[in-house]
């Protein structure tokens, strides 16, 4: 006989975790179409119209595709980072990214389209076909929604064929590098600093998926795990998700500044309108959210509570209205041109950057010029907050942590940002010395205060290692720790020749060409460099992998030929005869009483004077950890020494 009272409460689940992810997807498009048809009528036509089918059909599409995205992102993070591996969630998971990709894909297929007919506007069969394909291959807007079709196809069939831990982070990746084409495309991408608002608009998106789809992800296996289980994939979805909000709003507030002239323009044009909303249901999240970390998580922390399942779902309902509200109103403010004025580039330096010339560089203006890196502003942010956090907690534990080294993380953490956001930043498009300058601190400078401040061993101490099988940050260090390819890298030799090929090659390619006109390849530039320059610092003040003198010799020879290169490379800036990038450097400071070649000779003096004080601290550093090792050494062999001698 069939129990029906056993099974009803089981079709009630059923029905409520079909119709939840329901409730964001009505709500996303009743704004949508709303305020479509308020745009429509209230702010004029500023491209070709191809009818109601493509003014109607291609925003609700464009949340299709954005719901899609967040879904894909959503459980592949989820997968990565919250749920245990080869089990049923896990699963449904990967089952759950797939689908979205696949979902992606054709949302893709039709947006791309509508918006070839938006600009285009009606046209006939063989004309279509003719001009269709050279949208695609021809033009950058159609060249990015062609990339971001083919790189949802492929994150769709792997996520069915890959399921070990290391493929799907790989997957994850990807999926996150493929909201960058049409990234570089939006509106805060086509104002003045384009660089910024790129950067900005990928990590709003990125995040603003990654918080909705999360969520979405965990009501999906909500049935397919114990409470308790559930309550721990809660609780880390819920650290995500803090991340995500922060990143949102950050970028979100950096994208407004570039497209908004006046504060009053909030509320006074269309475009306004619909960021003020945005901006209220992203005030209203992050107080549900607070609300839930505080109040809510600490009630299903107890799987016997009563009305546990009430307090889970009002904790997704609540939330996914919101998120509704807010990708819906994202979703017509990207078709909804801003309220900027476009300008007409004049000068050399506003066609190449967007920007008009600044004054000449002076001693203040190292100090007042900022240009905003969103990427590096947060990843300097969080890296300073996160290891407060891992310190407070040792202290917590009556553990103790050097004072010195957090001095040092942080002091390298805010040249960091000075870097990346400050004068070398904002003058480095105009003067080479000042791109060399930034580049050289962030390839020696940095790296050594970093890795003086050991956030590793710190990390290691302060989280806890998890006992069921996922892997949070901790696991995933620890992997990358005893990677091969890792072991391979941390040889001074490797690390070094690396380094050297890095510097040499970026500004001797077409590559350093690519690096000052698209953001892609500033950020690329900046994260290459502070790599190489970790791997390089670590590879000569690490503790030695074999035998101690063999090491230490080797690295002692990698010194040396760290300050010939320097030596070298320098020569070869002072001495050039021939201007580098001269389309670029050539022409962007015309009106600025410089030569730009006289500029380019000044690299060579730079290159000396931060190679060698920079390369003196690393000598005196690895000098202090190498004398340390060997005491440390010397004490293990008198303990053992004394040792097999009591035993004789």
Request: aromatic share 8%; hydrophobic share 55%; net charge positive.
């Amino acid at each position: 006989m069939i129990n029906r009272t056993a099974a009803k409460p089981l079709d009630q689940r059923r029905i409520a975790s079909a119709l939840a992810p329901s409730i964001l997807l009505a709500v996303a498009m009743i704004v949508t179409i709303g305020a479509t048809i308020v745009t429509q009528r209230g702010q004029p036509q500023l491209i070709v119209t191809a009818g109601p089918v493509v003014d109607y059909g291609l925003p609700i599409l464009k949340v299709l595709l954005n719901l899609a995205s967040a879904g894909t992102l959503g459980a592949l993070v989820l997968a990565c980072f919250a749920i245990r591996p080869q089990t049923p969630a896990h699963n449904t998971a990967l089952d759950i990214a797939a689908g979205c990709a696949a979902a992606w894909a054709v949302a893709a297929a039709g947006c791309v389209v509508l918006v070839f007919l938006s600009i285009v506007g009606p046209l006939s069969g063989d004309a279509f076909t003719m001009v269709f394909g050279q949208f695609l291959t021809s033009i950058e807007l159609g060249q990015a929604w062609l990339a971001t079709l083919l790189l949802t196809g492929i994150i769709a069939v792997l996520c069915f064929a890959v399921r070990s831990p290391t493929g799907i982070m790989a997957i994850t990746i990807l999926a996150f590098l493929t909201l960058v084409p049409l990234a570089l495309q939006g509106h805060a991408a086509g104002g003045g600093s384009h660089g910024a608002a790129s950067s900005a608009l990928w990590l709003h998106v990125a995040s603003a998926a990654t918080w909705t789809g999360g969520l979405t992800v965990v009501l999906a296996i909500h049935r397919t795990v114990s409470r308790v289980v559930l309550f721990t994939i809660v609780s880390r979805y819920s650290s995500i998700a803090l991340v995500c909000f922060v990143t949102v709003a950050v970028s979100g507030t950096i994208t407004a500044v570039l497209q908004l002239e006046y504060p009053q323009q909030l509320v006074t044009t269309v475009y306004g309108l619909l960021l003020s909303i945005k901006i209220l249901a992203l005030g209203l999240l992050g107080l549900v959210g607070f609300g839930h970390r505080r109040w809510l998580l600490g009630r299903l922390s107890d799987a016997s509570r009563p009305r546990w399942l009430v307090t889970f779902w009002w904790l997704v309902v609540s939330e996914l209205v919101l998120m509704g509200i807010a990708f819906a109103a994202a979703t017509v403010l990207a078709r909804t041109p801003p309220p900027t004025a476009e300008q007409i580039a004049d000068t050399p330096a506003e066609r190449l950057t967007g920007l008009p010339l600044p004054g000449p560089f002076t001693l203040p203006r190292a100090l007042d010029s900022w240009s905003v890196d969103p990427v590096w502003l947060l990843v300097a942010a969080f890296g300073i907050v996160a290891y407060l956090i891992g310190v407070y907690r040792l202290r917590k534990r009556e553990q103790l942590w050097p004072a010195w080294r957090t001095v040092s993380w942080t002091i390298g953490l805010v040249i960091l940002l000075y870097v990346t956001n400050g004068a070398p930043n904002a003058y480095g498009p105009y003067l080479l010395s000042a791109h060399a300058l930034g580049h050289l601190v962030l390839a020696l400078t940095v790296p050594l205060l970093l890795v003086l401040g050991a956030p590793v061993n710190l990390l290691l101490r302060a989280v806890s290692t998890r006992d069921d099988g996922s892997r949070g940050i901790r696991e995933w260090i620890i992997v990358a720790g005893n990677s091969r390819a890792n072991r391979v890298l941390e040889h001074p030799l490797v690390a070094l020749v690396l380094f050297a090929a890095s510097l040499v090659l970026f500004y001797s390619t077409p590559v350093f060409a690519w690096a000052l006109d698209d953001p892609i390849g500033q950020l690329w530039m900046s994260a290459q460099f502070l790599i190489v320059g970790l791997l390089l610092v670590r590879s000569i003040v690490g503790v030695p992998n074999g035998t101690a003198r063999v090491q230490l010799a080797l690295r002692f020879l990698t010194v040396l030929a760290l300050m010939a290169f320097y030596a070298f490379w320098g020569l070869t800036f002072a001495t050039s005869a021939e201007l580098l990038v001269p389309d670029w450097y050539g022409t962007i400071t015309s009106g600025w009483p410089i030569d730009p070649l006289t500029d380019q000779h000044s690299v060579g003096p730079i290159i000396w004077a931060v190679g060698a004080v920079s390369t003196i601290a690393l000598t005196a550093t690895a000098a202090l950890a190498w004398a340390r090792d060997l005491a440390a050494t010397a004490d293990a062999d008198s303990r053992n020494t004394t040792r097999s001698r009591g035993h004789r």
